[in-house]
C-alpha cells in the first residue's frame, strides 16, 4: 500500500509545479517519463520552501522554514513523511544519491531571504545565487546523470551557470517585485530606485555570459533530458531578450512575461531542432 502513497505524492509535487509554472512544468513534460517524476518532487521541495520566505509573511516564517527542514531530515530518516512533498522529494534523493551538501546550501541561501535584503558585495551575491539556483541544477543533473559520475562532473559548472541564468532572468523580471514589496535587493551596486540603462546593459551581459556557458552542457546531457532543458534554455533566453529590449524604467513598472503564443512557437522549434540534431 506504501506504493500507492508514493505515487500519489508525486502526484502532489507534479500539481504543485503545475500550479506555480505554466512554463516549467511545460518543460518537464518534454523529458522522459522515466525521471519527469523525480524532476517534480524536486520543484516541489524546492517550490514550498521560496514559499516560505517570500509569501508566507503573517506568518512566523522563521518557524516554518525550520519546521521544513526538521520534517524533511525526519522523512529521510524514516523513509517516510505525511507531507506528500517531503515524501517524494527524500525518495528521489535517496534515488539518485542527491548530496545533503546542496541541500544544505539550499536551504541556506533561503533562510538569508529571510533577514537579509541588500546583497552589497560580489561575494554575498554569487554565495546566494548558489545556494538558491545553482544547486537546483545539480539537483536535477543528478537525476539527469543517474549515478554516471564522469558525466555528472564533466556537466556540473554548465549546470550551474544554467541555473544562475535561470535565477539572474527571475531577479530582472521580478525586480519591481523584490525592492518594493519584499524590500530586497539582488544586484550588488545597482541603483534599483532608478535602473540606469548601463546598469541594465551591465547584468544583460552577465546573464548573457552565463547562457553562452551553459550551452555547451545542454547540448551534452543525455537523450532523456536533453529537450526538456533546452526547452526551458530557450524560453529563459526569450525572456531575457524581451527583457533586454525593455526600457528600464518599464522594467520597473510591469512585469515582462512571454506570451503564451510565443510559448507554444518556442516549443515547436525547439522540438524541430532536437529532431533534426541541430542543438
Known amino acids: 500500500m506504501k506504493n500507492i502513497y508514493t505515487q500519489l505524492s508525486f502526484s502532489c509535487s507534479k500539481i504543485v509545479t503545475q500550479q506555480y509554472s505554466t512554463s516549467f512544468s511545460s518543460a518537464v513534460r518534454m523529458l522522459s517519463p522515466k525521471i519527469r517524476s523525480a524532476i517534480y518532487s524536486i520543484y516541489g521541495f524546492v517550490r514550498f520552501a521560496d ?3 517570500d509569501s ?3 506568518y512566523n516564517q522563521e518557524e516554518l522554514l525550520n519546521d521544513f527542514e526538521k520534517s524533511y531530515y525526519q522523512a529521510f530518516k524514516n523513509n517516510i513523511s505525511l507531507n506528500p512533498i517531503l515524501h517524494s522529494f527524500q525518495e528521489t534523493v535517496k534515488k539518485y544519491n542527491i548530496e545533503d551538501a546542496l541541500i544544505q ?3 541556506k541561501s533561503m533562510r538569508a531571504d529571510l533577514h537579509k535584503t541588500n546583497y552589497s558585495t560580489q561575494e554575498d551575491y554569487e554565495t546566494y545565487i548558489y545556494g538558491s539556483a545553482d544547486v537546483v541544477g545539480l539537483m536535477c ?3 539527469f546523470t543517474n549515478g554516471n559520475t564522469e558525466k555528472y562532473e564533466l556537466l556540473k559548472e554548465p549546470a550551474m ?4 541564468a535561470f535565477q539572474k532572468v527571475n531577479f530582472l523580471r521580478d525586480i519591481k517585485e523584490d525592492y518594493e514589496v519584499l524590500n530586497r535587493s539582488y544586484f550588488p551596486n545597482i541603483n534599483l530606485k532608478n535602473l540606469s540603462p548601463d546598469d541594465k546593459k551591465l547584468i544583460i551581459s552577465e546573464i548573457k555570459e552565463d547562457f553562452k556557458e551553459a550551452y555547451k552542457g545542454v547540448v551534452r546531457l543525455p537523450l532523456e533530458s536533453r529537450f526538456g532543458v ?3 534554455y530557450r524560453y529563459y533566453l526569450k525572456l531575457l ?3 533586454e529590449t525593455t526600457p528600464s524604467h518599464k522594467i520597473m513598472d510591469a512585469r515582462i512575461r512571454v506570451s503564451d503564443f510565443m510559448k507554444v512557437n518556442l516549443l515547436a522549434k525547439s522540438f524541430i531542432r532536437f529532431k533534426l540534431n541541430i542543438l
Open 230 to 232: 533546452y526547452t526551458a
Open 105 to 107: 546550501s539550499f536551504l
Open 161 to 164: 551557470r544554467l541555473g544562475s
Open 241 to 243: 531578450r524581451k527583457l
Open 51 to 53: 514559499e516560505i520566505v
Open 141 to 143: 543533473l543528478k537525476v
Open 56 to 58: 508566507f509573511v503573517t
